[in-house]
Nanobody
Framework: QVQLVESGGGLVQAGGSLRLSCAAS???????????VDWYRQAPGKQRELVAS???????NYADSVKGRFTVSRDNAKNTVYLQMNSLKPEDTATYYC???????WGQGTQVTVSS
């Protein structure tokens, strides 16, 4: 079992930036079935959506809505995956979750609120 803890959310004005962290209790990618870590978000009344992913090889993928504004990265030494969010928009307001795909481990989420 791996515990994932997100942090870094908060209230920011439109155009601002936040960096979210997903800290794991141990190396995520050392788990055989985990080869991707995802960032999801869920806004009130909406379905959870996949925002960004990073693979064990370091490849990244982004939803069209965040492409060019968000960057996913990882620090293996710290067992942490990051989501750098720039040029934030009010529609980015949501609870953000990280997930270790394959094992389906989820964090508890961190709230991001972008004011206009």
């Amino acid at each position: 079992q791996v515990q994932l803890v997100e942090s870094g959310g908060g209230l920011v004005q439109a155009g601002g930036s936040l960096r979210l962290s997903c800290a794991a209790s141990r190396s995520i990618f050392s788990i055989n079935v985990v080869n991707v870590v995802d960032w999801y978000r869920q806004a009130p009344g909406k379905q959870r959506e996949l925002v960004a992913s990073i693979t064990i090889g370091g490849s990244t993928n982004y939803a069209d809505s965040v492409k060019g504004r968000f960057t996913v990265s990882r620090d293996n030494a710290k067992n942490t995956v990051y989501l750098q969010m720039n040029s934030l928009k009010p529609e980015d307001t949501a609870t953000y979750y990280c997930r270790a795909r394959g094992a389906n481990y989820w964090g508890q989420g961190t709230q991001v609120t972008v004011s206009s």
